[in-house]
């Protein structure tokens, strides 16, 4: 018996989910600009809302842009199939919104990106579901939080302040002895230096503003389900469904019923699509995704050792750090390197610290001073002087952001030129 | 559940798209006639794919406008594939009566797993097909689970065509 080839990740990257079209034979994904389709007939188009035919219906629900970037994004993860969505955020919404009841639970990580700790800690309370936040490097601490009610584990790959990585096996086997899902944020890492689902993880989500895209130019995000997950125990999975019919998604559609209800259900009815144009290009950043990642984490492990070495640093949180907490863990999950965006401390007197980082943001030439991460370019952020000014140095300690932290996204400039730009600054701030 | 092994045998990615690829007729054994239920979306999903659907259930006379037969040897047609919509232990007499009819092909469909009647159709010189949905091995191969996002794992630079 023959056996397909089975192609590599470069050539997915350009290749998976997109067939050349039969009538144009167009080389580039085309951007199908288009709300709606036209049907073959009445039969067909009763078929295609009752789910008993796959096809294009709305762009609210699916698109033939989008379709592409989400059968590349499944392809690159490994998984049987991906949903976009309008941005990150929107991505863990629906998933959250597809598997959870009101009263459900989750255990989740306490290293996350701020944003998803707010959606968490205070929408996810709106909707009746309560998340228990936990310090994920010790599974114990995992196990504890765990309640008959708990539905789902959430964590980050590369985790949002600290540079942590999660311990993917550990917990994917505790979330399989609980028949329960881990769900993993994949952002950080992208697809090229940690794939998730491999480690048993069973749904990825990405922001794919970030390393995806890579341009900085589109808001997007997708969710990645491993197909390998048994939800007959999941009421809102496995249950009839009143808006189609009584239908049983798993008992239907098997390992595609997740995404299926996903779809059909969650995102048709929340509305958090993604528009086919950002849907392009996305796919535009995808087809370079190994190369960028590949100079991206060369130029974040030159500039952490540049930073480890420097007088003016107090710490460098960079998992690829040979003395770093994490580099075991990195080694293990992202051996080509832990990602681009790292945080370090400013040596300074404590009172004092708060204003140096401050300087040394405005003395940066090359480093755009912004809030996002996973540009091509480099960006810089001091969160006591931008997004937790309100704070005080006590309360920043707390929240594990010091009035001494920087946060870096290493891009994929000249190394030199970085280096020279950190160094000028630090020469500045020290006059 | 099925071992490597029998994976390898019975849900062959290319005896799968040979089958699909070739045949014309499905009998399906235990299809209902309920619009909510699995089988009744596959076999909705077959027609409208220009497949001949023939329902083979004693219970009622005709499903989706397909004229329904109490058994595979009632039915005065050759069959291409006879797909499987019952419990696993109904799988030997049904395998049976495949292999009496000459049909190219037995399909057990997802979640219905009898080793025994795939390997009796194997023996007999028909394709097996063990755990699988038709319906979804379709929708992958001739591209359509592709306009929801599924991972059809098709990579071509080709033209697209019917099949992969």
């Known amino acids: 018996m023959s056996q397909r080839k089975k192609f590599g990740f470069e050539t997915r990257m350009l290749h998976a989910g997109h067939i050349p079209d039969a009538v144009t034979g167009a080389r580039a994904v085309p951007i199908y600009q288009t709300t709606s389709y036209v049907f073959d007939d009445t039969d067909k188009a009763a078929q295609l809302f009752e789910l008993k035919q796959y096809g294009n219906i709305y762009t609210r629900i699916n698109n033939p842009t989008t379709a592409v ?27 959250l919104m597809t598997l959870l009841e009101p009263g459900d639970e989750i255990v989740a990580s ?101 390393f995806i895209g890579g341009h900085g130019s589109s808001i997007g995000g997708v969710i990645v389900e491993s197909g390998e997950f048994d939800y007959s125990h999941y009421p809102t999975i496995a249950d009839p469904t009143a808006a189609y019919h009584k239908l049983k998604f798993f008992e239907t559609f098997g390992h595609y019923g ?82 681009a965006v790292f945080s370090f401390g400013l040596k300074g007197k404590s009172g004092e610290v708060r204003a140096k980082g401050k300087q040394f943001i405005e003395e940066l030439q090359l480093f755009s001073h912004l809030a ?18 309100q704070l005080s140095d006590e309360e920043l300690q707390k929240a594990g952001v010091g009035p001494e932290l920087i946060r870096l996204s290493i891009g994929l400039e000249t190394t030199e030129d970085l280096i020279w730009d950190l160094e000028q600054a630090f020469h500045a701030i020290s006059r | 559940m099925l071992t490597a092994e029998e994976r390898a045998l019975y849900q062959h990615p290319d005896d799968i798209r040979h089958l699909l690829g070739t045949a014309h007729t499905i009998a399906m054994v235990g299809l209902s006639p309920k619009s909510e239920r699995p089988s009744n979306f596959v076999a909705s999903y077959l027609l409208s794919e220009g497949y001949k659907v023939i329902p083979v259930n004693p219970r009622v006379d005709e499903i989706l406008g397909q004229r329904s037969y109490p058994d595979l040897k009632s039915i005065p047609e050759k069959v291409d594939i006879v797909d499987i919509f019952r419990q696993a232990a109904a799988c030997d007499a049904i395998t049976d009566e495949a292999i009496e009819i000459g049909a190219k092909a ?36 001739n591209g359509n689970l592709h306009w929801v996002g599924m991972n059809t794992e098709i990579i071509t630079a080709k033209k697209a065509r019917r099949f992969f």
């Open chain 1, 69 to 95: 970037f989400e059968e590349r994004m499944a392809s690159l993860e490994g998984g049987t199939g991906a949903l976009a969505t309008s941005s990150g955020m929107a991505a863990q919404f629906i998933v």
């Open chain 1, 110 to 210: 306490s290293h996350l990106y701020g944003g998803t700790y707010t959606q968490f800690e205070h929408t996810m309370k709106k909707l009746s579901v309560k998340v228990h936040f936990v310090d994920p490097t010790d599974i114990k601490n995992w196990e504890k939080a765990i309640t008959p009610k708990t539905k789902a584990l959430y964590g980050e790959t590369i985790g949002n302040p600290k540079g942590s990585i999660l311990d993917l096996e550990a917990i994917a086997a505790l979330a399989n002895d609980k028949r329960m899902p881990l769900i993993v944020d994949n952002t950080f890492a992208s697809p090229y230096l940690c794939r998730p689902l491999e480690y048993g993880a069973h749904i990825v989500v990405h922001s794919a503003t970030k």
């Open chain 1, 258 to 339: 997740f995404l299926m209800k996903a779809r059909a259900v969650t995102l048709r009815d929340t509305g958090g699509c993604i528009s086919p144009f950002n849907s392009f290009l996305l796919i535009q950043g995808l087809e370079t995704l190994s190369l960028r990642m590949d100079r991206h984490v060369q130029n974040a492990q030159a500039i952490a050792e540049f930073l480890k070495e420097h007088a003016q640093v107090e710490w460098v949180n960079y998992a690829g750090l040979t003395d770093s907490p994490y580099y075991d863990l990195a080694q293990k999950y992202t051996p080509k390197g832990p990602g």
């Open chain 1, 372 to 389: 996002n991460v996973g540009d091509a370019r480099s960006l810089v952020i001091h969160p006591a002087s931008t997004t937790h000014q």
């Open chain 2, 106 to 141: 037995v399909w057990q469909q997802l979640s219905i797993i009898n080793k025994a009647a795939a390997a009796k159709a194997s023996a007999a010189g028909l394709t097996s097909i063990v755990d699988r949905c038709i319906k979804m091995e379709h929708g992958r191969y």
